[in-house]
T-cell receptor, first 112, second 112 residues
Framework: DQQVKQNSPSLSVQEGRISILNCDYT??????FLWYKKYPAEGPTFLIS?????DKNEDGRFTVFLNKSAKHLSLHIVPSQPGDSAVYFC???????????FGKGTRLSVIA | DAGVTQSPTHLIKTRGQQVTLRCSPK?????VSWYQQALGQGPQFIFQ???????QRGNFPDRFSGHQFPNYSSELNVNALLLGDSALYLC???????????FGQGTRLTVV
């Protein structure tokens, strides 16, 4: 029973265009959501997060949108750069300090 | 400021053996969580340590055990290794006041 789902295993985008990575969750107790980026042979690196009291959070080229009624969040990267090529994981938790629950990840390839 | 450090980075063990993995958390963090990442999957929560006690545990057998020391560093022990234990083991540190978890580079365990 997967509580966090990333239904696109891979995504290919041209440099300079927008990348949109999607994530769905089933557990309505989740109230904090995070995106991590992972390069090969490295651990996941925190990218951006959003609390359930917001519907949008922006940090430079990265914006996360949260639609609580649909239990859906998305990560937008604008403009995409070749260095953004990595595996992106969506993770969710309850702010009572429960552990992170991860999706399976989406491999983003940004083509120059 | 050193981030989360894990040792060793790679390890090859024989089926039935025992292994110990180590983690030093980020400065200022008092909570350590361990995750297992199998190929093509997202990280799966093993357990979390805070104040030298196991606070939460995921769906892993008793062969997986851990410890946290007074300086907040932690060990993950796996007994009676199975081929299926081959994975990337990730340590994450956090604090009670910060939901973001910071990950180490991981230990790649191969069981042959």
């Amino acid at each position: 029973d997967q509580q966090v789902k990333q239904n696109s295993p891979s995504l290919s985008v041209q440099e300079g265009r927008i990348s949109i990575l999607n994530c769905d969750y089933t557990n309505s107790m989740f109230d904090y959501f995070l995106w991590y980026k992972k390069y090969p042979a490295e651990g996941p690196t925190f990218l951006i997060s959003i609390s359930s009291i917001k519907d949008k959070n922006e940090d430079g080229r990265f914006t996360v949108f949260l639609n609580k009624s649909a239990k859906h969040l998305s990560l937008h990267i604008v403009p995409s750069q070749p260095g953004d090529s990595a595996v992106y994981f969506c993770a969710a938790m309850n702010s009572g300090n429960t552990p992170l629950v991860f999706g399976k990840g989406t491999r983003l390839s940004v083509i120059a | 400021d050193a981030g989360v450090t894990q040792s060793p980075t790679h390890l090859i063990k024989t089926r039935g053996q025992q292994v110990t993995l180590r983690c030093s958390p980020k400065s200022g963090h008092d909570t350590v969580s361990w995750y297992q990442q199998a190929l093509g999957q997202g990280p799966q929560f093993i357990f979390q340590y805070y104040e030298e006690e196991e606070r939460q545990r995921g769906n892993f057998p008793d062969r997986f055990s851990g410890h946290q020391f007074p300086n907040y560093s932690s060990e993950l022990n796996v007994n009676a290794l199975l081929l299926g234990d081959s994975a990337l083991y990730l340590c994450a540190s956090s604090s009670r006041t910060e939901f973001k978890a910071f990950f180490g580079q991981g230990t790649r365990l191969t069981v042959v």
